[in-house]
Structure formats: structure tokens, C-alpha cells
T-cell receptor, first 113, second 120 residues
């Protein structure tokens, strides 16, 4: 079946350090991935996406890497800030034409001042 | 402001008492969806709708109903709630619709703030 998993439930980093959150997926046919950020008491918020024809996608402080060979993606944040503290989910498009997002269980990022 | 609005944000009810959680979006999105979020299980899709009067089951539809009579609203109905439906619920919407070429738009889903439901 389809599943998306994150390697670590919790990641603690010092403010200013870079943080990397990893995600493994099982469906080799998946061609689209999204990272969401969920702050306490709020709904998931879109951060960045990447298609399977790309290996890397960069945002302002965010870089997403996709390794299709090992079905792994990672989201890196440079100079992590306290406002980055949240739960991060990777999600992939499910098979079929339903628009369903298959979410991993999430990694909680704690940024220590 | 573009947003997805859910009501209520918090709800405590008793087993068997019908309830409705409303969801409204002001972005003219065609696609809407309901998810539930549970510890250790992540977000799972309950129902989705690709357009008005077009709805279909997600992964965990049992015990839920939805309707899509107009584009902006997508209520979630629990006819006879049970304790195992205690959860955090999210409504989401996306611009994409039925056309296959819109699949990328459809997948960038925008979420409401959530409804925390407790069924006693």
C-alpha cells in the first residue's frame, strides 16, 4: 500500500543552526510531493512542493531534495528560527485521480534559543 | 482574506447526537476535502468533493456524510457520533477540479484551523 514516513518524530536544534527533516515514501509512481508546516492550534500550511522531474527545489530559507532512487526526500531550513518550531509533514499525491494527499506522521521541530 | 473557515472550533457531544461541522472557503475552489488527524496515524482523508454535487469517499468514510450543494460550503455530518470519532478534523480546499491537467493545483490544498471534537 501507499505510505509516507518521516524518520524521526522529534528534532531539536539550536537557533541559527540548519535543520534537516527526512521523509521516505513507498509509491515509486508518485510524481508530486508537498511539505506542510503545522503550528500548534492551526491547520497545516503549505511550504513548498517538488515534482519528480526535479532533484532539488529552493525557497527563501528552505531547500527540498528528492532522491527517487531510494524514494527519499528531505527538507532543509537554513538558520533555523524560533518561528520555525512546528510539526512538519511531507505528503505525496495518492494514486488515482482523487487529489488525495497521503501524509506522513510528522516531525516536531523544536528550536532552542 | 483568502481562507477556509470551519465551525465550531471545539465541540463536546454525546454518543448518538447528530452534529454538523461546517466548512466554507472564499477562494472559489472546486476541490474540497475533509481529513481527521489522530496521534500516531497522521492525517487521513474522510471524504472529498471535486465540484458541486460531486462527492466521494476517502480512506475513512465510515460514520460520516458530506454534501456539496454549493461551491463554497462542504459540511461534514456525523449522524450518530461514537467515541472513536473523537479527533481533530480539518477541512481543505484546492483550486483544481475534474480536469486531469489541473492535478497539480488540486494537490496544493489549503487547510482550515481545525475542529476538535470529543464524543463522550
Amino acid at each position: 500500500g501507499e505510505s509516507v514516513g518521516l524518520h524521526l518524530p522529534t528534532l531539536s536544534v539550536q537557533e541559527g543552526d540548519n535543520s534537516i527533516i527526512n521523509c521516505a515514501y513507498s509509491n515509486s509512481a508518485s510524481d508530486y510531493f508537498i511539505w506542510y508546516k503545522q503550528e500548534s492550534g492551526k491547520g497545516p500550511q503549505f511550504i513548498i512542493d517538488i515534482r519528480s522531474n526535479m532533484d532539488k527545489r529552493q525557497g527563501q530559507r528552505v531547500t527540498v531534495l528528492l532522491n527517487k532512487t531510494v524514494k527519499h526526500l528531505s527538507r532543509q531550513i537554513a538558520a533555523t528560527q524560533p518561528g520555525d518550531s512546528a510539526v512538519y509533514f511531507c505528503a505525496e499525491i495518492g494514486s488515482g485521480n482523487t487529489g488525495k494527499l497521503i501524509f506522513g506522521q510528522g516531525t516536531t521541530l523544536q528550536v532552542k534559543p | 482574506e483568502a481562507q477556509v473557515t470551519q465551525n465550531p472550533r471545539y465541540l463536546i457531544t454525546v454518543t448518538g447526537k447528530k452534529l454538523t461541522v461546517t466548512c466554507s472557503q472564499n477562494m472559489n475552489h472546486e476541490y474540497m476535502s475533509w481529513y481527521r488527524q489522530d496521534p500516531g496515524l497522521g492525517l487521513r482523508q474522510i471524504y472529498y468533493s471535486m465540484n458541486v454535487e460531486v462527492t466521494d469517499k476517502g480512506d475513512v468514510p465510515e460514520g460520516y456524510k458530506v454534501s456539496r450543494k454549493e461551491k463554497r460550503n462542504f459540511p461534514l455530518i456525523l449522524e450518530s457520533p461514537s467515541p472513536n470519532q473523537t479527533s481533530l478534523y480539518f477541512c481543505a480546499s484546492s483550486p483544481g477540479g475534474l480536469a486531469a491537467q489541473q492535478i497539480r493545483k488540486r494537490n496544493i490544498q489549503y487547510f482550515g484551523a481545525g475542529t476538535r471534537l470529543s464524543v463522550l
